[in-house]
């Protein structure tokens, strides 16, 4: 068995130590793991399933010797580090938004389209954490039937804007109920006892920058550039899960039985559907596993074509690090990983 010189970019953040986390849990063949970060962390230790690491400095002379980079220290960092690490061997699975969109880099959620990990170029980009939970469910139904139009709206927890956010909701929500309030710094508005219709900048269009990433992302994960798919990116005073309704329009009739039976099959989708038991998902169910979960799938009384359901999924887990764990395993398994390294040596040129 290979084994490889693993290094996490942004290691400090909630990402980052989730990735450390599901790296030991999934028993990735990992050799050395290498945590990096900015000059303000650098000596700190992290201590994770009984072993402990020091924080290294983030620069380009850190990924030498390294096979593999989970990166999620934003967008600004991957733009100048990811590049440096593949020029000294390393392949750089980016949890950023900055690669998503470029044609040259493969966006990937590995139950759905591994195959476009044989045409990367170094670089491969995890998707957005709303795109990943929704199209966990969305795929298989996309298997089997023609889809003629999709709408969402997520429900998305503090800890997808990080760990400042998620301090804010806890100090919110302890002065409200002493009544008093306390002014938002992490997010826009206040977020405790409160939902925040806007994740990320408008655009001109009136759509937020989130609203346009699962839309543009899912368009490209899937191959189908015309998708019709809108959606509005909630935010709401739940620490960790995102959740969301779907509203799927087909190009027949299609029966929730027929949606419950393609996603109890699904690989990494659980069903929770037995509503009159008050059976469906909720984002403390979801938080903490790998599972995506589905429930209240029924038919849409507006629409004879169309199908509603309600989804949630960890958003640090296959929102994000599972994801990222996951696309590193696929790599190995592919024969993918380790060879940048020793082509780059033999080839000063590549």
Not at 20 to 33: C, G, K, S, V
Request: aromatic letters at 4%; a negative charge; hydrophobic letters at 40%.
């Amino acid at each position: 068995m290979n084994r490889y010189h693993v290094a996490i970019l942004g290691a400090t953040g909630m990402v980052g130590q989730e990735m450390l986390a599901t790296l030991l849990e999934r028993n990735f063949p990992a050799e050395r793991i290498t945590l990096l970060a900015s000059e303000r962390s650098v000596g700190r230790t992290l201590t994770c399933k009984g072993r402990t690491f020091t924080v290294e400095l983030a620069c380009p002379e850190a990924f030498e010797g390294v096979d593999v980079v989970l990166a999620s220290a934003g967008g600004s960092v991957s733009a100048v580090l990811a590049p440096e690490a593949v020029k000294r061997g390393a392949l750089v699975i980016d949890n950023t938004s900055h690669f998503r969109m470029d044609p040259r880099v493969p966006l990937v959620i590995p139950e759905i389209n591994p195959e476009a990990l044989e045409g990367h170029h170094g670089i491969i980009a995890n998707p957005n954490c709303s795109t990943a939970i929704l199209l966990m469910a969305l795929a298989p139904l996309r298997r089997r039937f023609a889809i003629e139009r999709v709408l969402v709206s997520t429900y998305q927890s503090v800890s997808g804007a990080g760990k400042e956010a998620v301090d804010e909701l806890r100090a919110q929500t302890s002065a409200r109920l002493r009544g008093e309030d306390l002014a938002p710094s992490a997010l826009s508005k206040p977020i405790a006892f409160n939902v925040i219709p806007q994740i990320d900048s408008f655009l001109e269009s009136g759509y937020t920058k989130e609203e346009m990433k699962f839309t543009h992302e899912t368009r490209k994960i899937l191959g189908q550039p015309e998708l019709r798919i809108s959606g509005t990116c909630v935010r709401v005073p739940v620490e960790v899960g995102h959740a969301m309704t779907v509203n799927v329009e087909f190009d027949r009739a299609v029966s929730p039985d027929d949606v419950r039976g393609t996603l109890a099959t699904a690989p990494g989708v659980r069903l929770m559907d037995d509503p009159r038991a008050s059976i469906y998902p909720q984002p403390t169910d979801a938080a903490g596993i790998d599972e995506v979960l589905v429930g209240r799938i029924r038919g849409d009384v507006s629409h004879p074509h169309a199908i509603n359901f309600w989804v949630v999924g960890d958003n640090l887990r296959k929102g994000a690090a599972l994801n990222a764990v996951q696309i590193a395993e696929e790599l190995d398994r592919r024969g993918l990983l380790g060879v940048r390294r020793h082509a780059v040596a033999a080839d000063p040129q590549s």
